[in-house]
């Protein structure tokens, strides 16, 4: 069983920046694969980020890309979510997942093992 807890989200101004964190633990944390994903009142669950194991690779919603950059540090067993030039339209409540194996649909939440109980973002104009 995977345990993950995301921090760092708060009420920030359009254009600021904030970084997110998940702590991943109860299984090797260089070994998996981690993602972001974020959900707005009334609306599904929506990818925004994922890396690989080794933080090598990284993969983006459009809605992000640019804006938003995912990097980990398996020393600290600790995936990270650096989100810059905030927009109103980002906040949401944001969800770190992790996955042991390379998840076949990486955009879609179920295709992911194990997810944090979400951490809120508001993005004020």
């Known amino acids: 069983q995977v345990h993950v807890v995301e921090s760092g989200g708060g009420l920030v101004q359009a254009g600021d920046s904030l970084r997110l964190s998940c702590a991943a633990s109860g299984w090797s944390f260089s070994s998996l694969f981690m993602g972001w994903f974020r959900q707005a009142p009334g609306k599904d669950r929506e990818f925004v980020a994922t890396?690989?194991?080794?933080?090598?690779?990284?993969y983006y919603s459009d809605s992000v890309k640019g804006r938003f950059t995912a990097s980990r540090d398996n020393a600290k067993n600790t995936v990270y979510l650096q989100m810059n030039s905030l927009k109103p339209e980002d906040t949401a409540v944001y969800y770190c997942?992790?996955?042991?194996?390379?998840?076949?649909?990486?955009?879609?939440?179920?295709?992911?093992?194990?997810w944090g109980q979400g951490t809120q973002v508001t993005v004020s104009s």
């Open positions: 890396i690989n194991w080794s933080g090598s690779a990284t």
């Open positions: 997942a992790a996955a042991p194996r390379f998840p076949i649909e990486v955009r879609t939440a179920t295709s992911w093992n194990y």
